[in-house]
């Protein structure tokens, strides 16, 4: 079935990066973009951008825009997405999901389990 | 920025109650609403696109409704595995947003 399966928590000083993996599994990778999306503690859910498994084209964001990076690696059919200069403020789950874009409509499905990044010193 | 903004923010109901709950978009985004659902310590699932179509496999007891800046969500006959949060999510307009959701919780 289609599954998307993500890294590991990590715990980050403040100033550092991390990278954050989706593996994808059960479809054709490079027929579907990928979208990474967050939601910190108490807050809604956020779109951070996405890229084209296809051509490697990205669309982040204005919020993290110089701080996030999203690549892929087509042959292990796994995205990821990297975030540098890390704040408190970024400390929170950290999702992956598969882009339907369909007659102009754009929804998430399905969705990796989650990746919990926590920014402490 | 289009703001999405989801009423209540919880709500408590039985099983087999029917809820509905609101989504509204600070400016006209068509039908291009989506809605989710999270169960605690789970990824979030897709339910309804383009405002009323249903996911394929979710219970037809899920429907949604609205276009323009209005959209409801209504469960009819609440069963235990729907006790979760709802998110609307729009489309219209990069960057897409969503609403902070509605917490169903058991009365």
């Known amino acids: 079935q289609v599954q998307l399966v993500q890294s590991g928590a990590e715990v980050k000083k403040p100033g550092a990066s991390v990278k954050v993996s989706c593996k994808a599994s059960?479809?054709?990778?490079?027929?579907?973009?990928i979208s990474w999306l967050r939601r910190a503690p108490g807050q809604g859910l956020e779109w951070l951008g996405r890229?084209?498994?296809?051509?490697?084209?990205?669309n982040y964001g204005q919020k993290l825009q110089g701080r996030i990076i999203m690549t892929t690696d087509t042959s292990t059919t796994t995205a990821y997405m990297e975030l540098r200069s890390l704040r408190s403020d970024d400390t929170a789950m950290y999702y992956c999901?598969?882009?339907?874009?369909?007659?102009?409509?754009?929804?998430?499905?399905?969705w990796g389990q989650g990746t919990l990044v926590t920014v402490a010193s | 920025d289009i703001q999405m903004t989801q009423s209540p923010s919880s709500l408590s109901a039985s099983v087999g109650d029917r809820v509905t709950f609101t989504c509204r978009a600070s400016q006209t985004i068509s039908s291009y609403l989506i809605w989710y659902q999270q169960r605690p310590g789970r990824a979030p699932k897709l339910l309804i696109y383009s405002a009323s179509i249903l996911q394929h496999g979710v219970p037809s007891r899920f429907s949604g409704s609205g276009s323009g800046t209005d959209f409801t969500l209504t469960i009819t006959n609440l069963q235990p595995e729907d006790f979760a949060t709802y998110y609307c999510?729009?489309?219209?307009?990069?960057?897409?947003?969503f609403g902070g959701g509605t917490k169903v919780e058991i009365k």
């Open positions: 059960g479809y054709t990778f490079t027929s579907y973009g």
């Open positions: 999510q729009q489309s219209y307009r990069s960057p897409l947003t």
């Open positions: 890229i084209s498994t296809y051509n490697g084209d990205t």
């Open positions: 999901a598969r882009d339907f874009i369909v007659g102009g409509t754009n929804w998430f499905d399905p």
